[in-house]
């Protein structure tokens, strides 16, 4: 009886490390998947990080251009002005 009591211990230890085994199979697969999800994600904000340095850079670019265009406009108004001075001035001659 002392045997059996013995083996039927060992089977139930013997099933306990198997059944671990099957556990650790998922638990090492759910990891591997979280490392990729990890890296994935960290790749994910690196691009994030890149594209909105290269959309501030382009909004500084952008703001600069307009700044060029109001000088343009300026200018182009102060032409028209003096151009219509001068007009004003030879018609009255």
Do not use: H
Request: aromatic share 4%; charged share 15%.
């Amino acid at each position: 009886m002392k045997k059996l009591v013995n083996a039927i211990g060992i089977l139930a230890l013997g099933g306990l490390f198997v059944a671990g085994c099957s556990y650790q199979t998922q638990i090492d697969q759910a990891t591997s998947q979280a490392e990729a999800s990890a890296q994935s994600a960290g790749t994910a904000a690196t691009n994030a990080e890149n594209s909105a340095n290269q959309a501030a850079q382009s909004a500084k670019t952008a703001q600069e251009a307009a700044g060029g265009a109001e000088d343009s406009v300026k200018r182009a108004n102060d032409a028209v002005a003096r151009l219509e001075a001068a007009f004003a001035s030879s018609v009255t001659k």
